[in-house]
Nanobody, 123 residues
Framework: VRLVESGGGFVQPGGSLTLSCVVSGFQVESYTVAWFRQIPGKKREGVVAHNDRNVLYNPSVEGRFTFSLDVTKNTATLQMNNLTPDDTGMYYC???????????????????WGQGTQVTVSS
């Protein structure tokens, strides 16, 4: 199993970025897939999680971020709009065959992690 993120970068407040996570070793729609982020000075937090066609967003990003799957490309995408400096951090794509309480956003529930992609929002 492998997850490879891309799409991070530097953007001004109000800008947008699209993160992609190409997965191999499993079908992206068959696992619980999520994005977590590590913000400096804070513990790792869940951004969005997808399980069995259900999607849950962290309230801090709801309405600004959109999660989607492309099963033909075996890719999970996170479209991030109206970014703020509080969104700055390392973003990780994660997955596991089955996460019972996937809505809890617990990092320890996920076995597979990508290497991360840095998002920096600053003026």
């Amino acid at each position: 199993v492998r997850l490879v993120e891309s799409g991070g970068g530097f953007v001004q407040p109000g800008g947008s970025l699209t993160l992609s996570c190409v997965v191999s070793g499993f079908q992206v729609e068959s696992y619980t897939v999520a994005w977590f982020r590590q913000i400096p000075g804070k513990k790792r937090e869940g951004v969005v999680a997808h399980n069995d066609r259900n999607v849950l967003y962290n309230p801090s990003v709801e309405g600004r971020f959109t999660f989607s799957l492309d099963v033909t490309k075996n890719t999970a995408t996170l479209q991030m709009n109206n970014l703020t400096p509080d969104d700055t951090g390392m973003y990780y794509c994660v997955a596991d065959e089955f996460v019972l309480d996937w809505y809890e956003f617990r990092p320890d529930d996920y076995k597979y992690w990508g290497q991360g992609t840095q998002v920096t929002v600053s003026s």
